[in-house]
């Protein structure tokens, strides 16, 4: 039981920071109806962006982490957004008008651009990330271990998610960016700058990506230019599974795809893992390509 | 057609000319390093490669060999097999190197092998530990112990020097020297009375072990072997110790990286792993070793460092007794090398071609490495 419960916390933590990356593909499907390859390598960017920034940071607060860590995670959010947005207006922007299978491409080969151009600028071998959330034990009984990472993971989470769901339902921005996940023409019509509600959604998702990076390597400190690969794939999976396209859906889609990993390495083999993982995306696609939450006439974005 | 077939005939000739612009250049012996240099075992090449640098530095310093200088051209194969592969091909067909030596890991080594071999061109790992890579050949040679002995020593070590009886195993199923070793470890620790009480796997590349740690932890095991490689042994002990996982955790020589310290800090103490030398031995090859390697590179030298510059003066030293860079004698040299003063021991190479050498086990205690014990063949 209490090993059950102990998985139960590994795979919910695994699955907060696949929930955050989902999140950006499943907006930016919403919205643009193209899934953005390139999301698993802005992911790895932020890696880096922090893997930079933080010493500075830490120094320049003297070392305390409570007041570095926020500002190291707004500098990361604020350079992957840039990124996101840059990437969107020089390689999608142009092809918009083409068809979507041109612009998915596109995003391959963006996202071979980042992979190669991160191994030129950053070097191939793995670096070992700064601490930024102190390593310690919060709950501690013989049975379980709930440590700070945990917790701050599964905590900066779910105030990211319930932020999104703010702008998204509650301000005028996102009322527009919903308007133009039902149709750009008619949204257009009724006034609203096609243009800038997307590259809004790059800065939300990327930003949202920028964050898992940061959650991501303070718990795996050791990154490299290949390191959203993975996980931006586990990410892609848990979007379709919980209905691409829908914000809720993306966020059960990547707890459950975080907690069947951890179940199938804690209980079958490691080596099954990954299989098990794209055989869920292949079984939803036969039998619910919409997803578990997803439904034609929901609102998306 | 004409123009196309004069291009082909010009690429041709350029190809002829590139081909032979290797081997000898008169005062030059040409030998070929291939090694991680990069990717997710880059210490183990770069050491290596620091190791290899200074023993050709001072071979040629002392006048070379066979009155030529000796030329190193190395190629990295970014941690992968296929790209050793590759690596050892090119340092053979287009540089025309006399003889090879690489790699550290296992599986690289048995990825250019086959080509060493196929070649007839004397290979010289410093460090894989596998048995299978000798095998593929007789050309193919090694200046370290072997898998069955490593991981046979380490179970007798935590068994009889550490006193558990039982162990849990975490091997990375995709690396062949991981495999291996776990194997070894098994059949030793259970023919001594130990029980393995659970086994659990990971892949190369993989950072959250959490899940396979917890599902070890509830087998109550009083140590935990880890075979594999540094970034993921230091990740591997820092998670087991966020789950509270405080037993001793014992580890190969594959942990041995100035990285494994580096990621894992305070988390590695009460850990155990084999390695080739230690740095605090007081032999006067290894003094001398440590000095000059320092000063050149200003760095501890890890045992990758000490096994390349150990598989550099063997392999010199039987071009020597070779008398001429032919692949067939240098291999007959280096089949008949026999007490060879190395820093990580006396080195003779059986007719396996392996070397048989003593085993040493360093301690991790308050995030430094400490000297545990040697074990002799």
Redesign the interface.
Known sequence: M??FL??VI??I??GSIYALIALGYTMIYGILRFINFAHGDVFMVGAFIGYFVAPHVISLTGGSLWIAAPIVLIVTMVGCSALGVTIEKLAYRPLRSRPKLTVLITAIGVSFFLEYGGQLVF????K?FPTLIP?S?LI?TQHV?I?T?SIVVILTAIVLMLLLRFIVYNTKMGTAMRAVSFDHRVASLMGINIDSVISFTFVLGSGLAAAASLL?AS????I?PL?GIFPGLKAFVAAVLGGIGNLAGAALGGLIIGIT???????I???YRDAIAFAILILILLFKPSGILGRHDRDKV | MKTYSGILAALFTTLVILGCGGGDKGDEILIGEFGSL???T?TFGQSTHHGLELAVEETNNAGGVLGKKIRLLVEDD?SKPEEAATAVTKLITRDNVKAIIGEVASSRSLAAAPICQQFKIPMVSPASTNPEVTKKGDFIFRVCYIDPFQGEMLARFMYNSLGFKKAVILKD?KNDYSVGLAQYFRQTFESLGGTVVAE????EG???F???L??L??AEPEAMFVPGYY?EG??IV?QAR???MTMPIVGGDGWDSS?LL??GGQAMNNTYFSTHYSTDDTAAAVRSFVTKYSARFNERPDAMAALGYDAGLILFDAIRRAGNTDGTAIRDALAATSDFTGVTGSITIDERRNARKPLVILTVENASLKYKESIQP
Do not use: H, R, W
């Open positions: 209490s090993e102990q998985q590994n795979g933590s695994l070097g191939p071998d793995p070992l390593s034990s501690n271990v440590g990472n991501y718990v795996y400190p050791s490299n390191m990993e951890t179940f199938v390495s804690g209980y083999s490691s080596s | 990069t990717g997710t880059a970014q199923v659990q796997a990971y892949s993989d950072s959250d959490k899940a396979q917890t599902a932890k509830a970034i230091a990740l820092k966020e789950l509270n990285k580096e990621v």
